[in-house]
Each structure stands twice: as C-alpha cells, then as structure tokens.
C-alpha cells in the first residue's frame, strides 16, 4: 500500500500572543483540508503531536480536544515524544493507515509555549530529559552544550562552524513569510550574541515559539489530478534518554538507526536526497544530524556547511533547512515535526516560492526528542 | 492479518508508596515477557499508555524513558487520551502490527497517583475535561453525578442501584490478589459512605491509585504451543469534551459507536460476549456501559445488575469487572486500558483461579477518558 500526503499547511511560527492553541490548530487543519479540497467529513481519524499542553496549561486528553475544535467525530489520539512529537504522530497516523483501519487522516502538530514564563517552560522542557539531567538541574542548551563541546575537541569544529548553521537558516527564514525570524544574521552577530550555555550563544538556540501544522495523509488520493506527495519511508527510534548513558557524546545513535532504516525501507541513499529539514534545535544538532543521517562522513559536515554547500542559491545539490529550520523558522516543539513535512511537500510540489529547491524530487524530514533519546526520519518522493 | 495477545501481566494496583514508576513497569513488562516466553530482543516497538506524568512529576518522553528502564532498544510511543490511554495505546499497537512495520510490541499502561496531594491529582485529572469545565471549577466526581442525577431522573435508576455496581466489584476485587480493596461492602456501607457529590458516595467513586500492567500483541505466535488469544476488533471513538456539548447527558455517544463498530468488526453480538470489563470509574458508569455497548436496552441495566446478573457466581451467562474493576480493582488512569485486557486474557485462557469465569470464550474491554470524550473498544476471542 502506498501513503500520500495530500494536503499540508502551517500557521505562522512566532510569538503568537493573542492566538490561542484552538486557533493555531483550526488554521493549520483548516488551510490543510482546504489545501486537500476535501471536508472533515472523509477524516477517520485525527493524530495530535504535543508535549507541554498538560504541563503548562493543565489541558490534556488533546486529541478530543482538537477534534471538538475541528468538528472532526473520529477518533483521536495525541503521541508525545518531547520535541519528537510530530513526528512520532505522523508515524503512528502512516502505520495506521497502512493497516487499512483508517483511509484519510490528519495529523497535527501544535504547541504554545509563549504564554508562560520563561523558566517555567525552560522546567517543562526538561521532562524530556532523564531524571538525572532533571534532577541536577541540567537544561538542555547545557546538555547540547556538552554534545557542542565533544564534537568540537574530536573533529575541530569552531564556534564559528556553528554559527555557519545560524547564518544559513536565518537567511532561509528570511525568505519564508511563516518563520518567527525574518532578519538574516552574520557570523560576528551570532559569536557576540550573548553566551547560553558555553559554547552556544543565543544565536545557536532555536527559539521559544507558538505554532501549528497539518498535514493530510492517506492511501488513495480522491481523483487521479489531486496533487499528492508520497511518504515512501517512515522510521522512528529510540536511544537512552540521558546523555551519560550513552556510548558516545558526537553522534545521535538513534538519528543514525531513523536514517538507516529509511534509507532502506526507500530503497534510496542520502546522495539521493535533494531537500531536508533536520533537527536544528541548536546550530550543533544540524552539524550532528547531517552526518548521522549520512550526508557527511563524521567530523565533514561543519566544514562544508560552512562553505555553504547546503544553502539556497549556493547548494549545487541538497539544500538543508529551506524553511528556516528550528533555528530561523521557530520551534513550537509538538509542531516541528509536522512543519517539517510540511516544507517538503511544498517544496516537492514545487510551490515553495522564493525558497524553492529546484528540481526537488525527493525530501527527507528528521526530527529529535530530547537530546537525541528518539527520532524519527521520513522520507518523500514526488509521483 | 489476525493479531494476539501472547503474554499479559499487571502489577498489584494500590496505594504503592514505596514503588517508582519505573519499578512498576519493570514489575508488568518483566512479567508479561516471561508470559508470552519471550525476551525484550523480540519487541519491535513500545506502546505507553499515560495520563498525568508530565502534569504530576514533570516527567514526558515516556516511550524513551520506559524503554530505556525496560532495555527495550526499539522505536518507543506514549499515547495520551486521559482515563482512556491504555485503550488507546492498544488501538494504536495493534494498528502498527496490523500495518506491517512491526511484528511484536509491547503495550504498557502505567500511573502514579499517590505521591501527590489529592487536591493535586483532582487537578491534573480535569486536564482530561473541557476548557470550561475546568475554569469553572468541575471535578469529575461533578461531572458524572451530572450523569447519574439525569439516569436516574430518566430511567428511575436509584442510589440502591448504583451501590449494587459497588457492592458486585468490591466482591470480585475481593478475589483478585492484584486488586487495592479485598473487603466486599454491603449497599447499607455504599448508601452510608460519606457523600462526595450527590448522589455519589465514597464508594460509588474508583479510588486513586498506583500501578502498572502489560501486554505483548504479535501477529505471529513463535509456536503453535504458545498461549494465544485474538483480539478480533479494537476500535476508539469520540465525543465532545464537556458535558454540555452533548445532545444526551444519559448515554454516552463514543462508547455506542465504539460498541457498534466492534461488534460489525468482530461480526458478533453483544449476548456473544461472556465476560467484560468496563469502565466503572464512577458506579453509574457501568450503568451506562451496560446500556451503551448493547448489554441491555437503555433503563434496563441497572435492576438487572441489583438482581446479580453480571456478578460471578449469580450470573447465567455474562460477568462484568472480575477483575473488580476501576471501582474495585483500581483506577491508576493510563494502565487501566491494559489491565481490563490483562484480566480478559487471564479469563479467556482460564487461568483466573478464584474469579474464573467458566466458558470464557469471548471478552470485551471497554475503556472512557473523561467524561466519555473518548471510547475504546477490545473484543478478544480465545483460539
């Protein structure tokens, strides 16, 4: 059986402080099903990556929440996997619809993390971490400052290597009308902003951020003319949740079995990838990601991002993070995920305006919980 | 496809003081595996079921955090739908080994309730609720003597009758050495029990509570010899979130229709079924269930459980909550999903000792988030 993704939107990323999460889900569902010419009547079920909603705001139970919002009578589940959520959603929603217990689903991705104190949302953030990083007081520009730290004595990175990351996807976000950022930086703007978690700056962190996204999935899209992307590999795995259990602090081992696995489910290889959005949560988890997913051999991708090879305009071949990333775009955790496959199949469809890639024919979208404990890897082909 | 059940364990359910969470889904998951005589290198994917860690210990990414307590190295999920999380955690499961991506999974429901203070847990419990609910200050409790008061109104239901549920449940937890009550109680004790909303008493309400339980689901016994039994249909349903959103405040719609779509799956009828657990988090609930899922005709359950029909040892033919159900056995809100199939299992393999309910042959898991937002549906067949 063959997946589709028929229809996909996203709200703007931001600090969307007169936006409720109703709102931010009704716009991205709304804009989606419109984007699929179909009504929530064909919907049979209903997928909802979140993390904070209960933490923060006290609500759970959010699949029949959204589902009242959205009018939508089917069933309804929410999938938490920390900043993994979406794409955990979305693996869960392509293994149900695979089973042929539901034809047509949405799934959504929604967070809203600006309503709340800083610290408050810094604490809720943590309960993606392991008890020990929690306890200790750990957060995680710390835990992805010691990741930072680690590649940079084993492969040399720089500080300005990362800030190659920042430059690269706040120029992407520039050109994106939904990203919370729109100023491109420079690299001396990034090294003076000031110090998080040594050796990342505010500028390596990817923001706080409210924000949605959907996408529409299923087996058999509604006439032979309606646009449609398909998912040709859906791959999720698990890693230890704490960092000091791991073998090694410069790789994300469940990044590289994701990729891995997809990479053999789609019977492709990275060299084949012409568009991704990976997992920039800090400009070091980009440098990681590119390398464990197998774009470069480890200790090669700082250099070459550097030299911007994976950006817009320069890329003779994959462009990286055109929507602006977790860092430019803005990282509503439960959404990102979503977002992700959201870019790429705009992309893949061709309409992605000013950022497009051309000739994308093939996507790959990585997402991260935590600081690497899951991760899912799904990747896209146009028809 | 077909898809069993070939290992099932749950923790003892109570006020477990001195056991983390961690202990407690070591202490199912370990048990099921040796059920099903399996090892964790044959699990492909973990399925947690949970409510109110995030909100109660500020501890999400439970997929990772159990699998990596567990040794499970494969992808890992938490499914979230309140009360109805196990249930939902299962549907999701069994979708993902009907799809084909995985073979063999492991569902665990698990929650810790008792650590916190009681004003606490209330709190968290009505993330489960509407927006509106929850502002304004309703408790669950609230909600369904809301309920209760139009059943009775409606169908001239009785406070003698809701007892009854009490006094049949606390009799079958008092054979379940897993259950937190083992005294039975009289409908003198129920009606007596101090008043918690009216028309509901103490003991018309589940307790608060602790524990785990797990089951392995596989679409392919590793022998011909190893116990199996078939879930021929697993189906969720949804509502609105609140009360007031409803056409009908005496039946609750997803339950119906979650009924009604398993028993067309399963091709079977309600007078099939030979043992049930239902959800009971309130004495009327059962009521509602009974009448809800097809047991009998709305108004009609209530006298028949009073005249013993559904208890162990009185009943002709089918046995509600042997387990001693939400009210009896327990109600730790994410596990309880998992241990209703738990005790089916145990019922349809024949091996309930005290509480076996004879020719078990079909059963059925029924399981509510909220105030019936969300319904799930299990019917398990034995071979």
Not at 322 to 341: D, E, M, R, Y
Not at 351 to 373: D, E, F, P, T, W
Request: charged share 20%.
């Amino acid at each position: 059986m063959n997946i589709y993704i028929i229809g996909a939107a996203t709200t703007k990323f931001g600090e969307l402080w007169g936006v409720s999460p109703r709102t931010l889900a009704h716009q991205a569902v709304s804009n989606a099903l419109a984007d699929a010419d179909i009504t929530t009547k064909e919907i049979e079920a209903l997928f909802v990556g979140n993390m904070l909603s209960g933490m923060l705001g006290g609500q759970e139970h959010l699949g029949a929440f959204f589902a009242e919002e959205l009018g939508i009578t089917a069933p309804a589940f929410k999938v938490e996997g920390a900043c993994a959520s979406g794409g955990l959603a979305l693996h869960n929603a392509v293994n149900s619809v695979l089973s042929g217990q539901y034809k047509t689903v949405v799934v959504l991705g929604v967070e809203k993390m600006t309503d709340h104190k800083p610290e408050d949302v810094a604490t809720a953030l943590m309960g993606a971490g392991s008890e020990g990083e929690r306890l200790s007081g750990a957060t995680f520009p710390g835990l992805y400052a010691i990741i930072a730290r680690a590649h940079m004595e084993k492969y040399k990175t720089t500080e300005r290597d990362l800030a190659s990351v920042a430059v690269k996807n706040h120029y992407h976000a520039s050109l994106n009308p939904n990203a919370q950022f729109h100023s491109p930086v420079t690299i001396e703007q990034v090294l003076k902003s000031s110090c998080v978690a040594d050796p990342l700056k505010l500028l390596d962190c990817s923001p706080i951020s409210d924000g949605a996204a959907a996408v529409i999935i299923t087996s058999k899209p509604s006439t032979v003319n309606q646009k449609h992307v398909e998912i040709i590999a859906s791959v999720a795995a698990t890693d230890t949740l704490g960092l000091a259990q791991r073998g090694s602090l410069t790789e994300l081992h469940a990044t590289k079995e994701a990729g891995l696995g997809a990479f053999k489910k789609a019977g492709i290889k990275p060299s084949d990838i012409d568009v991704a959005e990976v997992h920039d949560c800090f400009t070091i988890a980009e440098i990681l990601a590119m390398e464990d997913i197998g774009f470069y051999k480890k200790g090669e991708a700082a250099s070459a991002i550097t030299r911007g090879e994976t950006m817009l305009g320069k890329s003779q071949h994959l462009v990286v993070n055109p929507s602006g990333g977790l860092k430019g775009c803005g990282h509503p955790v439960g959404a990102t995920g979503v977002k992700q496959v959201v870019e790429l199949f705009d992309q893949l469809l061709g309409r992605a305006q000013i950022r497009q890639v051309s000739h994308a024919k093939i996507g790959l979208a990585h997402n991260v919980g935590g600081s690497g404990a899951t991760a899912t890897v799904h990747i896209l082909k146009t028809i």
